[in-house]
Nanobody, 120 residues
Framework: VQVAESGGGPVQAGGSLTLSCAKS????????LAWFRQPPGKERELVAAISWDGGRTDYAASVEGRFTISRDNEKNMLHLQMNSLKHEDTAVYYCNDNYTSCNVHQYESWGQGTQVTVAS
């Protein structure tokens, strides 16, 4: 069972990207999901989380109002719409399929992530 992130790439500051996450071998089921990111030389951090029914979303203060997390349970997909990108959004972005807290050290496995590079 693996998650696979996609949609990253280079983008100019002020631009937009949409990241996607798919899970192979299983469904997301009734789990909260999240996006984390790891900027170069820094710790992995929570970006956004969404409840299993999509009714609740939470965002890091640094992305509030610019990023939107969404999920499609029928298609077993998680998305992150990123607008007004800034240089400091440059990071490898990871999908989390069993989100319970922002403590990255409690999670044993991660996907390969997708690189987002924002040129200033």
């Amino acid at each position: 069972v693996q998650v696979a992130e996609s949609g990253g790439g280079p983008v100019q500051a002020g631009g937009s990207l949409t990241l996607s996450c798919a899970k192979s071998g299983d469904t997301f089921s009734k789990e909260s999901l999240a996006w984390f990111r790891q900027p170069p030389g820094k710790e992995r951090e929570l970006v956004a989380a969404i409840s299993w029914d999509g009714g609740r979303t939470d965002y890091a203060a640094s992305v509030e109002g610019r990023f939107t997390i969404s999920r499609d349970n029928e298609k077993n997909m998680l998305h992150l719409q990123m607008n007004s990108l800034k240089h400091e959004d440059t990071a490898v972005y990871y999908c989390n399929d069993n989100y319970t807290s922002c403590n990255v050290h409690q999670y044993e496995s991660w996907g390969q992530g997708t690189q987002v590079t924002v040129a200033s």
